[in-house]
């Protein structure tokens, strides 16, 4: 099916609908779903990482990196997301450009800092000045990433704190009997196990994540709310299809978008969680053991 | 030592590279027609953009367009995410204090109030307006109550809901609400003249820059392209304001 | 104008007393702490009243849904579902949306007219959404609490010969609470973090008076510099995290005062719900 949309005002009823829900904007608005989705595939592993490093830190013997992991996760959970995302992108591109200017141009003399601009050597940027445009858009990407994995890092890490200190004592106790180092301990015994304590809360938590995707535009990120707000809001006649205002229906779209996301992931998390309790000495794990004597 | 010094040559060359081929980014908000707004292709396009092509053209620069969101488009301007800020954005002291900014290219502009019928009271009445705006300043000091939406957008859709009496905004960007509102808006009879026009935002430290794009605009002011462009049916229409002889002052 | 001189004119500011304009030039960091802070008394109002109001509709959503009644349990399980399921931000702007689509002169029902009017407001409108919302993340930490209560407790409850209502009220609602609560804390957080969201989504600021956020945004917008007014923000709110845990730590150890001192459990703040 071939459409002619070179002439979209002189179009009516359905070939006016297809042209117009197929127009390069409605394109970018489709793909701006696969960016939300990708940006939930590299945060997730990202944020676990970050997570991980913050629950082990909280745990360590030493005082001051037990205090950096405790702080961590303090700060972060007491100050609401939509507030880090307002200033900390901007933060945290000036730190990177602010380090490689440190290595880049050590002669450099002048402050970086004049009064409230951000200067530093032509060396430094990043990304470097006359990069293609697609280049910045991924260095945004990047640092939209980032600033989602620190803030949901640090909720990862309370709850795998908590994992951590809720595999039995015993089962420690019993592996340093065996002769194990502390960190034979570590990694053959808490970590498998910490899991499955751990997967109530991190399923709530990719529940989150997932949830707070609509604030990614503040993070620079051409999302789907933009596009929501964009294509949705009534358009004049500069515009080659003009509407009036449009955005109670693009907005319930992104609601049945986010719904049918939740849906979805607890059925998968449900069976995940089934599979992760088998063996366990949890009570999930003994309806398990009972349910399999039984077929 | 030689491997050091043929390294710093390499970066002094490389240095030099980009000075030769400057690529400039320009910032718009890509929300406000017809200076600067997303078409239904997804390109940036509007007044601000045909302008600033052809003052790069004319200034010998390579630039390209980066779309930020209007409340950080001046703190990433100074943390170098772009050089330059082409957003309708009008020249006044508080921005003037922390930015620099060019001579204008749209002369000093009116602000008008739209609303339902022609008696509303825009003294004492909501009035809507967008955050940040020089027109959110003004509502807030008439004595009107003022009731602050994110987009432009969002104040008109304040009016018809009846959410407000009237918006107050750049009369250009509302003439074409009004007039294809098919009536249902009406443009009142009390226009206000707001800021020094609109300019092109830079850094403090720019100089450089910011004189090249003075001259570009001086010289389309002196050849009567700038007010061309102005007057273009598509963007301001012929009834706009223009600066006819007074921008031709010292050509 | 001295700094006491500035916390006269704008403490209350965002409630409409005070100095009328904001401040246009010259921002002192006094200022700015004084009008956020100002800001934070409507992030108090609609955490406080929707947590309050909240907490009533949660219980008995969470008895619905546990209940084996379909004509119950289904719209419960609806509810719950659309309202945790979606991000807050997409409802605040739905329920503007639909708010201001009502009638302006008001509706009128057998000769009598009900204003319409003051839904759109921030202060009743936003704080319906809260209240909904809430209540539905409430209500599901309150179910799996309701499921986990110890079977023995039940047994023993009917050795006692309690049915029904006194059944509910002297073993299950106590034991629901004791189970809940340190989910609920977690959601009571949560709740005044998502208040912020209020005038950023949809709902306008009348009169430049907004929350905490709306003044940063102000400050922020005003001197360019978002490195001073969102760190404010972040300070206040680790405060009030500081005060709510103190709070909801008080009325656990109340739930808990039966048990011995070395078995009350700590208040371990783990975010099992937030938004």
């Known amino acids: 099916m071939f459409l002619d949309c070179s002439a979209p005002k002189t179009l009516e009823g359905l070939a006016w609908a297809s042209c117009y829900l197929t127009s390069g904007k409605h394109i970018d608005f489709y793909w701006a779903f696969v960016v939300v989705l990708a940006l939930l595939a590299c945060t997730a592993p990202m944020a676990l990482m970050f997570g991980y490093g913050g ?27 939509i507030i880090f995302f307002l200033f900390f992108v901007i933060a945290l591109d000036q730190a990177i450009e602010w380090t490689k200017h440190q290595i880049v141009c050590p002669d450099w003399t002048e402050p970086v800092r004049q009064g409230l601009e951000f200067k530093v050597c032509p060396a430094a940027k990043v990304p470097q000045a006359g990069t293609a445009p697609v280049v910045h858009q991924i260095y945004g990407f990047g640092l939209a990433v980032v600033t989602f994995s620190i803030v949901f890092g640090a909720f990862v890490a309370n709850v795998l704190y908590g994992a951590m200190n809720a595999v039995p004592r015993a089962q420690l106790e019993t592996a340093e009997a065996y002769g194990m180092t502390h960190r034979q301990v570590h990694r053959r015994i808490l970590v498998p196990q910490m899991w499955t304590y751990a997967l109530p809360g991190l399923s709530n938590l990719w529940l989150i994540l997932i949830k707070a995707t609509p604030l990614l535009f ?21 515009y080659e299809y003009p509407h009036p205002d449009w955005r109670l229906w693009y907005f319930l779209g992104l609601m049945a978008f986010y719904l049918l996301m939740t849906w979805g992931s607890e059925k998968v998390l449900r069976r995940l969680s089934a599979r992760l309790s088998k063996g366990q000495a949890t009570a999930a794990g003994e309806a398990l053991r009972k349910a399999g004597a039984v077929a | 030592m030689k491997t050091k010094i043929l390294a710093s040559g390499a970066v002094l060359a490389l240095m030099a590279g980009m000075a030769s081929a400057q690529t400039v ?24 953009v045909e302008l600033g092509n052809e003052l790069c053209k004319r200034a010998g620069l390579t630039c390209e367009w980066v779309q930020n969101d209007w409340d950080s488009i001046i703190p990433n301007l100074q943390s170098g995410n772009y050089d330059a800020i082409m957003a309708g954005m009008s ?58 939406f994110a987009t432009p957008e969002e104040t008109v859709a304040a009016v018809k809901s009846g959410e407000a009496v009237a918006v107050f905004a750049d009369k250009d960007y509302l003439v074409p609400v009004v007039a294809e509102s098919g009536g249902e808006l009406v443009m009142l009879d009390a226009d206000v003249q707001l800021g020094g026009g609109v300019g092109m935002g830079l850094r403090d430290s720019d100089d450089e820059l910011r004189g090249k794009f003075d001259a570009a605009i001086k010289s389309m002011k002196c050849d009567g392209s700038l007010d061309a462009l102005i007057a273009r049916a598509e963007y301001f229409g012929p009834e706009a304001v223009v600066f006819g002889d007074a921008g031709k002052e010292g050509c | 104008m001295s700094c006491w001189d500035t916390v006269q004119a704008y403490a209350f500011r965002s409630l409409g007393y005070g ?6 030039t010259d921002f002192t960091i006094c200022q700015q702490f004084t009008l956020i802070g100002s800001g934070l008394i409507w992030n108090v109002y609609f955490g406080l009243i929707a947590l309050c109001t909240g907490f009533f509709l949660a219980n008995a959503l969470a008895l619905a849904k546990a209940s084996r ?45 009900i204003a319409t009017s003051w839904l759109t407001k921030a202060w009743a409108g936003a704080l319906i959404v809260l209240f909904l919302n809430t209540a539905a993340y409430s209500a599901e930490i309150f179910y799996g609490a309701l499921r986990t209560i110890p079977k023995g407790d039940l047994e023993a409850a009917d050795a006692y010969g309690m049915t029904g209502w006194k059944r509910f009220r002297r073993i299950e609602w106590p034991t629901m609470m004791r189970l809940g609560w340190p989910a609920y804390t977690n959601e009571a957080i949560f709740l005044f973090h998502a208040t912020t969201l209020v005038f950023f989504s949809a ?73």
């Open chain 3, 19 to 24: 100095e009328k304009l904001l401040p246009k």
């Open chain 1, 218 to 238: 503040l993070l620079g990120v051409r999302d789907i709310v933009y596009f929501a707000r964009e294509l949705g809001g009534s358009k004049t006649q500069a």
């Open chain 3, 203 to 275: 709902f306008p600021a009348f009169q430049q008076r907004g929350d905490a956020l709306y003044y940063a945004n102000y400050f922020a917008d005003k001197t360019f510099n978002p490195f001073v007014p969102y760190p404010i923000v972040a300070f206040y709110f680790i405060l009030l995290t500081l005060v709510i845990t103190g709070i909801m730590g008080l009325i656990n150890a109340r739930l808990n005062r039966h048990l011995p001192g070395n078995q009350r459990k700590r208040i371990r703040l783990r975010p099992q719900l937030v938004r």
């Open chain 2, 91 to 148: 020249i006044t002291d508080e921005r003037e204090e922390v930015i620099d900014f060019t001579q204008n290219y749209i002369p000093p502009a009116s602000s008008s109030y739209v609303g339902l019928t022609a008696d509303v009271d825009i003294k004492g009445g909501v009035v809507a307006a967008q955050t940040g705006t020089i027109q959110a300043g003004y509502v807030a000091e008439s004595g009107a109550t003022l009731l602050e």
């Open chain 1, 55 to 81: 629950a082990t830190a909280a745990r360590s013997h030493s005082l001051p990196v037990r205090m950096f992991g405790k702080c961590y996760i303090a700060m972060v959970r007491g100050i609401p997301d």
């Open chain 3, 69 to 113: 009644n379909p004509w119950l349990r289904k719209p419960a399980e609806a509810f719950i579902f659309v309202f945790r399921g979606s991000p807050l931000f997409i409802q605040f702007f739905l329920a503007y949306q639909i708010l201001i689509l009502l009638p302006r002169a008001g509706i009128n029902l057998f000769g009598l007219t």
């Open chain 2, 25 to 48: 980014r320009l910032g718009t908000e890509g929300a406000y027609p017809p200076y600067n707004f997303i078409n239904d292709a997804g390109e940036i396009v509007g007044f601000e």
